[in-house]
């Protein structure tokens, strides 16, 4: 083995090989392409794990557009008191449905308040995340 150098913060270089401490282990590869290997599977993990959170994301606020359109139907939303009762069914629906609630719920720690009321786009979407926030801060 060669003599060790220090190649950078957490790393360290053994004559052709790079080993790089992280928080969970020590990743372990070529000086030259086998580490790009290494760090490309990484970032796919976690490019994997963000597409898995939007599309979390996207498939709730997707049921609760559908559901809010559906109401609309029977409440006119011309006015801000019209909106907020669909708001109020909007929100009675997802309480009595188990599944949708834990669904809404997880779309809002995968992608946060802000970007889950933009998903729904919608205008009594406000409403309902303001609902939803309660739950979360009841718990």
């Known amino acids: ?42 970032n796919i993990q976690v490019s994997q794990y963000a597409a898995e959170k939007k599309q979390t994301l996207a498939e709730a606020a997707a049921e609760i557009r559908q559901l809010l ?40 720690k995968a992608g946060g308040l802000e970007a889950f009321e933009k998903a729904i786009n919608h205008p009594v979407s406000a409403f309902v995340v303001g609902a939803i926030k309660g739950w979360q801060e009841a718990k």
């Open 1 to 42: 083995m060669s003599k060790k150098k220090n190649a950078g913060f957490g790393s360290q270089v053994y004559g052709g090989s790079i080993s790089v401490q992280t928080g969970g282990g020590t990743v372990v590869g070529s000086a030259i392409g086998g580490m790009n290997n290494t760090i490309d599977n990484q």
């Open 69 to 108: 359109q559906q109401l609309e139907a029977s409440y006119p939303i011309d006015t801000t008191s019209g909106q907020m009762m669909v708001a109020a069914e909007a929100v009675k629906t997802i309480e009595t449905n188990p599944s949708l609630k834990q669904k809404v719920i997880a779309a809002l």
